[in-house]
Nanobody
Framework: QVQLVGSGGGLVQAGGSLRLSCAASGSIFKINSMGWYRQAPGKQRELVAAITSGGSTNYADSVKGRFTISRDAAKNTVYLQMNSLKPEATAVYYC????????????????WGQGTQVTVSS
């Protein structure tokens, strides 16, 4: 009923930048929040950044001042601008959205994108 499609990952040298995008589509009544998580090999998935429908943002301490999350409400799309990348940022990045869905009933649920690899070389 809802799909999240992420893009923008890749290989970059330390100090470089990447921009991730994630678009939501389907039977969306309201997007309550969207965010990005990441999972490095052998580690648990962790929150990187999130943004609410009201525009409030939340960042992991490790990325504050270097990463910026933003959204285009008209396109149901969230972006993550990552600057001054460090090798420890290497991970699979997953888009997440908490969405109110309107089908035969209205309900809220969490959705995940397919993941996009970000590799930062030293």
């Amino acid at each position: 009923q809802v799909q999240l499609v992420g893009s923008g990952g890749g290989l970059v040298q330390a100090g470089g930048s990447l921009r991730l995008s994630c678009a939501a589509s389907g039977s969306i009544f309201k997007i309550n929040s969207m965010g990005w998580y990441r999972q490095a090999p052998g580690k648990q998935r962790e929150l990187v950044a999130a943004i609410t429908s009201g525009g409030s943002t939340n960042y992991a301490d490790s990325v504050k001042g270097r990463f910026t999350i933003s959204r285009d409400a008209a396109k149901n799309t969230v972006y993550l601008q990552m600057n001054s990348l460090k090798p420890e940022a290497t991970a699979v990045y997953y888009c997440n959205a908490h969405i109110t869905v309107a089908l035969t009933t209205i309900y809220e649920d969490d959705y995940w994108g397919q993941g996009t690899q970000v590799t930062v070389s030293s």
